[in-house]
């Protein structure tokens, strides 16, 4: 009996030990295929603008988030609030099953294919949604669906990093946009005023008069927001579609938020004049951006939880029920 029972101990901690070597030589594969990755793309990862900025497709990226005037600065944040999630997702992460899958390879080969067509079409951007697609791609392949599900926001969040310098071009639409309703507003709240293209003035003898210019457009606001509203989305919101109508919100909320700043930079100087207006309250107004549209994501995020159904039968049962 005693022998028995030594040697259900023994092919247990054997059992142990085969599984404990399998992980370590998954990832000691893992780790192999990122340093691989890394090198590939610092080394062979940009073919445009070389000279300025060499041939590493990280350092074009850096290079782009501090030249952008701050409009994607949030890039360097990104990264961190990915690892932040893993971080909070790492119990349940350790206690999924794990298992290779081809279809994780087929991944890897696509996203090496993407990175392909990318330096060859001197289009970094793709070989840096390359990048991301093989950060994703290589866990799914050594370690199976159920990883590679729990992965895929994390992963998928890392889009944020990559320069999307071309919505620059929404830049003037947008200037038109904010001052059309920040005009409207305004008369609207009983002051006076007209719009000239992206200019607002003040109808009234010495009313204020200013321009708004492209860093106040609100495209760096929106940007901000919609990074900032998949995770909240992510973290709060129950189901996919609910997270989806709340990150798609993150369009309109930032764009009023910028509406905001401008009305009440035009309420500033109408009450304490222009000087106060386009200058301390001008540098800091940035906060009335973000307090407007971070309270509104708040109040739509905390819409789309409510239970309606719930409260309806509620309702129903106080309206039908006796006074006493």
């Avoid at 030594?6 to 780790?31: C, F």
């Avoid at 310098?165 to 920040?182: E, G, Q, Y």
């Avoid at 309606?308 to 129903?316: D, H, M, Q, S, V």
Wanted: proline letters at 3%; aromatic letters at 12%.
């Amino acid at each position: 009996m005693e022998a028995a029972t030594g040697m259900g101990i023994w092919s247990e901690r054997w059992r142990l030990a085969a599984l404990s070597r399998d992980e370590l030589v998954r990832l000691a594969l893992t780790a192999a295929m990122v340093g691989v990755a890394f090198i590939l793309f610092h080394l062979q990862g940009n073919t445009t603008d070389v000279r300025a900025y060499g041939q590493s497709a990280l350092l074009w990226m850096v290079h782009r988030w501090n030249e952008s005037g701050g409009d994607l600065s949030h890039g360097w944040l990104i990264p961190f609030v990915s690892a932040g999630i893993l971080w909070f997702k790492r119990r349940e992460l350790m206690s999924l099953p794990k298992n290779s899958s081809r279809i994780g390879l087929a991944v890897v080969v696509l996203a090496l294919l993407l990175h392909w067509i990318g330096a060859k079409s001197q289009q970094t951007r793709l070989s840096l949604a390359g990048l991301v697609l093989l950060m994703w791609g290589v866990p799914f392949y050594f370690y199976g669906w159920q990883v590679a599900r729990l992965l895929l926001f994390p992963c998928a969040y890392l889009i944020f990093c990559i320069p999307l310098n071309f919505l620059d071009s929404l830049t003037f639409p947008l200037r038109i946009m904010v001052t059309i309703a920040a005009t409207g507003l305004l008369n609207g709240l009983g002051i006076e005023a007209q719009r000239s293209g992206s200019a607002i003035y003040s109808t009234a003898a010495g009313g204020f008069n200013f321009d708004v210019a492209d860093p106040c457009s609100g495209l760096r606001s929106l940007l901000a927001m919609t990074a900032l509203t998949a995770v909240y989305a992510y973290l709060t919101q129950k189901t996919l579609v609910k997270q989806w109508l709340l990150f798609f919100a993150s369009i309109p909320l930032a764009i009023i938020g910028n509406i905001a700043r401008i009305t009440t930079v035009a309420l500033v100087a109408e009450a304490f004049g222009q000087k106060l207006a386009s200058g301390l309250y001008h540098d800091y107004s940035g906060y009335v951006v973000f307090s407007v549209a971070i309270g509104l994501m708040v109040g739509v995020g905390s819409l789309l939880n409510l239970d309606y159904r719930g409260a309806w039968e509620r309702w129903k049962q106080r309206l039908l029920s006796p006074t006493s």
